[in-house]
């Protein structure tokens, strides 16, 4: 028997009224756990993709295309040389080097921790930092009058608002190579830094970061010429990045670490998956749970077309085609809840972009609304797994119906 007259006795057994009402509503409950089922996993896993995307666009704020840091220790060894050649690569449009080290600013009795990071002109066109200032303006200032731009947590920490400040903010950096001293604060140079802005990005770099010139730092630190924490690169658009990074590896040897900005941040990629994927793991079974709703519907279904399957039979069905015919009915229930379910999702998610309608909570976030993201990989995947659930939901009943022995009788 063809497919479309086995999808016609399929589609005659769904909407048929049955003798028994329970059946009826049973495969409605069916279908509706399924409706449920899809649209909140495709829900939660576009929600995923917003926050992982916000994600993405803060750490571009901060984090460079492709970085390079020593292997070992803290210095990174870079002559002009050298840097002429890393220039000259294909792919790369920018190059800033910098140096970074903890450091002690204090404000009168405000006192604070913070990663000092040392830059040249060239990190404010490297990163996206000028975007996310929130007080005053990304000014390193000069040797001689360093200027520092804190994170908005640490300008709070400090009590001072950075495009207000008219007094300095004193600074503490350890020495480099200083020898142990029965004074604690030999090993420290001090001096002093004007705020001139704050940034805000994400709390792991407002509570955390300030910048200063790079040539003051260097001086505190007892930093050669060409002694450095770090190099990063900005690419050009459809740069080959392992290509770029062979060749950086050619002029800087292997004493380098080069890591983009997925590498720079493994934990918290692999963190944003691994929860994408238990998420979809939690929803999978739930969608198995309705599952067993579709094996009792279907199965109550061939006990209420017992006389039906006679008359196929009597006509020449063979045991496939009974087989078949409830096949179908189970893929026929999870399309429709499949279909009911991905346009409930498509319509959560307009409201959701046009509307606004989940709002987030707290006026600290960047945004005050969930941020959701359709990928269609996600829609391939969910209708996928409902499917193979409905035809596995479904073989059970149409086994058991094809296997059992009918007789026609006077």
Same mark, same amino acid.
């Given at each position: 028997?063809?497919? %479309?007259?086995?999808?016609?006795?399929?589609?005659?057994?769904?909407?048929?009224?049955?003798?028994?009402? *329970?059946?009826?509503?049973? /495969?409605?409950?069916?279908?509706?756990?399924?409706? !449920?089922?899809?649209?909140?996993?495709?829900?939660?896993? /576009? *929600?995923?993709?917003?926050?992982?995307?916000?994600?993405?666009?803060?750490?571009?704020?901060?984090? *460079?295309?492709?970085?390079?840091?020593? *292997?070992?220790? +803290?210095?990174?060894?870079?002559?002009?040389?050298?840097?002429?050649?890393?220039?000259?690569?294909?792919?790369?449009?920018?190059?800033?080097?910098?140096?970074? $080290?903890?450091?002690?600013?204090?404000? &009168?009795?405000?006192?604070?921790?913070?990663?000092?990071?040392?830059?040249?002109?060239?990190?404010?066109?490297?990163?996206?930092?000028?975007?996310?200032?929130?007080?005053? %303006?990304?000014?390193?200032?000069?040797?001689?009058?360093?200027?520092?731009?804190?994170?908005?947590?640490?300008?709070?920490?400090? &009590?001072?608002?950075?495009?207000?400040?008219?007094?300095?903010?004193?600074? #503490?950096?350890?020495?480099?190579?200083?020898?142990?001293?029965?004074?604690?604060?030999?090993?420290?140079?001090?001096?002093?830094?004007?705020?001139?802005?704050?940034?805000?990005?994400?709390?792991?770099?407002?509570?955390? #970061?300030?910048?200063?010139?790079?040539? @003051?730092?260097?001086?505190?630190?007892?930093?050669?010429?060409?002694?450095?924490?770090?190099?990063?690169?900005?690419?050009?658009?459809?740069?080959?990045?392992?290509?770029?990074?062979?060749?950086?590896?050619?002029?800087?040897?292997?004493?380098?670490?080069?890591?983009?900005?997925? $590498?720079?941040?493994?934990?918290?990629?692999?963190?944003?998956?691994?929860?994408?994927?238990?998420?979809?793991?939690?929803?999978?079974?739930?969608?198995?749970?309705?599952? @067993?709703?579709? !094996?009792?519907?279907?199965?109550?279904?061939?006990? $209420?077309?017992?006389?039906?399957?006679?008359?196929?039979?009597?006509?020449?069905?063979?045991?496939?085609?009974? +087989?078949?015919?409830?096949?179908?009915?189970? !893929?026929?229930?999870?399309?429709?809840?499949?279909?009911?379910?991905?346009? @409930?999702?498509?319509?959560?998610?307009?409201?959701?972009?046009?509307?606004?309608?989940?709002?987030?909570? &707290?006026?600290? @976030?960047?945004?005050?609304?969930?941020?959701?993201?359709?990928?269609?990989?996600?829609?391939?995947?969910?209708?996928?797994?409902?499917?193979?659930?409905?035809?596995?939901?479904?073989?059970?009943?149409?086994?058991?119906?094809? +296997?059992? !022995?009918?007789?026609?009788?006077?």
């Amino acid at each position: 028997m063809r497919f %479309k007259p086995i999808l016609t006795f399929s589609w005659r057994y769904f909407k048929a009224k049955k003798s028994t009402n *329970a059946i009826n509503v049973i /495969s409605w409950v069916s279908v509706s756990a399924i409706v !449920v089922g899809t649209a909140s996993l495709l829900i939660i896993l /576009s *929600a995923f993709n917003g926050f992982e995307d916000l994600v993405k666009t803060l750490y571009a704020s901060y984090y *460079a295309d492709l970085k390079g840091s020593p *292997a070992k220790g +803290k210095v990174l060894i870079l002559e002009p040389a050298k840097l002429k050649q890393l220039r000259t690569i294909d792919g790369i449009s920018l190059i800033s080097t910098g140096v970074e $080290e903890k450091a002690l600013l204090q404000n &009168g009795s405000l006192q604070t921790i913070v990663n000092i990071r040392g830059v040249d002109t060239n990190f404010i066109h490297l990163s996206g930092i000028r975007e996310k200032m929130y007080h005053g %303006k990304f000014d390193l200032g000069l040797t001689e009058k360093p200027g520092v731009v804190l994170g908005v947590g640490v300008e709070q920490a400090l &009590g001072l608002m950075s495009d207000r400040s008219v007094y300095p903010v004193s600074i #503490y950096i350890p020495r480099k190579g200083q020898t142990a001293s029965l004074d604690p604060l030999s090993a420290l140079g001090m001096g002093i830094v004007y705020p001139t802005g704050s940034f805000a990005i994400q709390s792991e770099f407002d509570n955390k #970061y300030a910048f200063t010139d790079i040539n @003051f730092l260097k001086t505190y630190l007892n930093y050669g010429t060409d002694e450095y924490s770090a190099v990063e690169f900005k690419l050009g658009p459809g740069s080959n990045i392992e290509n770029i990074k062979y060749q950086i590896r050619q002029v800087l040897g292997e004493g380098i670490v080069l890591g983009d900005r997925y $590498e720079q941040n493994r934990t918290l990629y692999k963190t944003i998956k691994m929860e994408k994927l238990a998420i979809y793991g939690i929803f999978t079974l739930i969608l198995l749970v309705a599952a @067993f709703n579709m !094996v009792g519907s279907l199965s109550m279904l061939v006990l $209420e077309k017992r006389k039906d399957i006679q008359v196929l039979m009597a006509m020449g069905a063979d045991t496939s085609v009974i +087989k078949k015919i409830f096949l179908a009915e189970g !893929v026929l229930l999870g399309v429709i809840g499949t279909v009911g379910g991905v346009a @409930f999702a498509l319509l959560l998610y307009y409201l959701q972009v046009t509307y606004k309608l989940v709002p987030l909570q &707290g006026a600290s @976030f960047l945004i005050d609304y969930y941020p959701v993201k359709i990928v269609y990989s996600d829609f391939i995947l969910v209708t996928t797994t409902v499917f193979c659930i409905a035809i596995g939901a479904s073989w059970i009943p149409a086994s058991k119906a094809s +296997k059992e !022995v009918f007789e026609l009788r006077n």
